[in-house]
């Protein structure tokens, strides 16, 4: 017996790049996420909700890291010294 499986490209992009998922969501909350995050549907308020929440935690976990081990200059690093090595750029 011999089986034929064929994708066409939608099928493809779909299974590999994007996750379909069923959440029980607070209506009040969703509510909100669509008024804030301002999308043209519900799916585009998630995804711009998500990468924003993502994005500031992608920030705390670098400043958290930066107050463990604080930026150094160099010695002799001036804000001036800077400028002039850019203008001549």
Avoid: C
């Amino acid at each position: 017996m011999v089986f034929e499986f064929t994708l066409d490209i939608y099928d493809v992009v779909s299974y590999i790049y994007i996750m379909k998922v069923t959440a029980l969501i607070p209506d009040d909350l969703v509510r909100d996420v669509k008024q804030y995050a301002g999308g043209k549907n519900l799916t585009d308020s998630i995804i711009t909700a998500l990468e924003e929440w993502l994005s500031l935690k992608k920030i705390h976990a670098l400043n958290d890291e930066i107050m463990k081990k604080p930026l150094e200059f160099s010695k002799g690093f001036s804000a001036d010294g800077i400028r002039e090595v850019n203008r001549k750029k």
